[in-house]
């Protein structure tokens, strides 16, 4: 089972989701998208919540409101964290997310340290988890099919680019050899070089 939640903080809305345990996690970590942001309590159990950034977005320019409010259903989901004041929230962009087979599930590491931000936390804010909880729904999706689906689209939107691109560079140039022509037509015919029978010295029209 998953949970989403939509954060109306922004407009349009960000979407926050988790899986319900362990095992879910591990879904998600293997079936996220590029576009996922990954959130968790810094050295405590804790529920794993991402946030799917628009298109468009980046990792590095999601808004202050939207990181709290991921900070805070991290917070409020890890049971001694919500507990507790001043903790750390680590996030990074879900493809920095490194999982091996000998890890527990649930478990990850990071590919590039320089990738992970942290955000501190001061106190539980319940007016954010409340205001949450208010859009929280339940699903049973398939993960691997929503990510398989959403690549098949991507892969369509860069056929698509590619070939707008290829047809844009065959039309520049049909034009350029258009032009080159027209210059090299202009240049064959130029009048400081034609010459009539006036220029030969025969000024007669008797041609006897």
């Given at each position: 089972m998953v949970f989403y939640f939509e954060s109306n903080v922004v407009s349009?809305?960000?979407h926050l989701y988790m899986g319900k345990d362990k095992h879910e996690n591990?879904?998600?970590?293997?079936?996220g998208?590029?576009?996922d942001v990954w959130f968790h309590v810094s050295d405590l159990s804790s529920a794993h919540v991402y946030l799917r950034l628009q298109k468009g977005q980046t990792f590095a320019d999601i808004p202050t409101e939207v990181l709290n409010d991921a900070a805070q259903l991290v917070k409020a989901n890890s049971i001694q964290g919500n507990k507790m004041k001043n903790i750390e929230v680590v996030y990074t962009p879900w493809e920095n997310l490194k999982k091996t087979p000998a890890m527990e599930a649930g478990q990850v590491a990071f590919h590039r340290d320089d990738q992970v931000k942290k955000i501190l936390v001061e106190k539980r804010n319940n007016e954010i988890v409340n205001r949450l909880n208010k859009t929280k729904k339940e699903d049973h999706p398939d993960l691997r099919e929503q990510r398989e689906k959403r690549d098949m689209e991507e892969n369509k939107e860069k056929k698509r680019a590619l070939q707008m691109q290829q047809a844009k560079e065959k039309d520049e140039l049909k034009r350029k050899e258009e032009e080159a022509k027209i210059r090299n037509y202009v240049g064959f015919f130029k009048p400081d070089q034609m010459k009539s029978n006036y220029d030969d010295g025969n000024e007669s029209d008797d041609f006897m």
């Open positions: 349009p809305p960000c591990e879904e998600l970590i293997r079936w998208w590029p576009e």
